[in-house]
């Protein structure tokens, strides 16, 4: 099975979520709301689940093989990296365009 598209959904600046991602396998099933998560100053991602009667969560889909789910886990965080990327360039033109529009302090005439 293909890993033929991945889409970041949803960047999060706060909390330990960082992202939420769809991943399209053959270019016939996708599969969404797979989450990026940061802790201990790792990423990793979580498939998507279920809250069960007990509170606990089951996974509603998930890797069979550790070899497969290694390389599901590089292609999202290699998306979610770049996509990270984009939006903190995006942030920081943004944030000098602001800059550069707002007049410059005047000076006290002497």
Not at 4 to 30: C, H, Y
Not at 52 to 70: E, K
Request: charged content about 30%.
């Amino acid at each position: 099975m293909l890993i033929t598209d991945v889409k970041v959904r949803k960047l999060f600046d706060e909390g330990p979520m960082k992202a939420i991602v769809s991943v399209t396998f053959d270019s016939q099933l996708a599969l969404h709301d797979i989450k990026v998560i940061n802790a201990r100053d790792k990423h990793f991602i979580v498939m998507p689940s279920r809250k069960n009667p007990d509170g606990t969560y089951r996974d509603i889909v998930h890797p069979i093989s550790a070899d497969f789910r290694a390389e599901l886990e590089r292609a999202v965080l290699r998306a979610y990296e770049e996509e990270a990327a984009r939006a903190a360039a995006a942030a920081f033109e943004e944030n000098c365009a602001e800059a550069q529009e707002e007049p410059a302090p005047e000076t006290p005439a002497e």
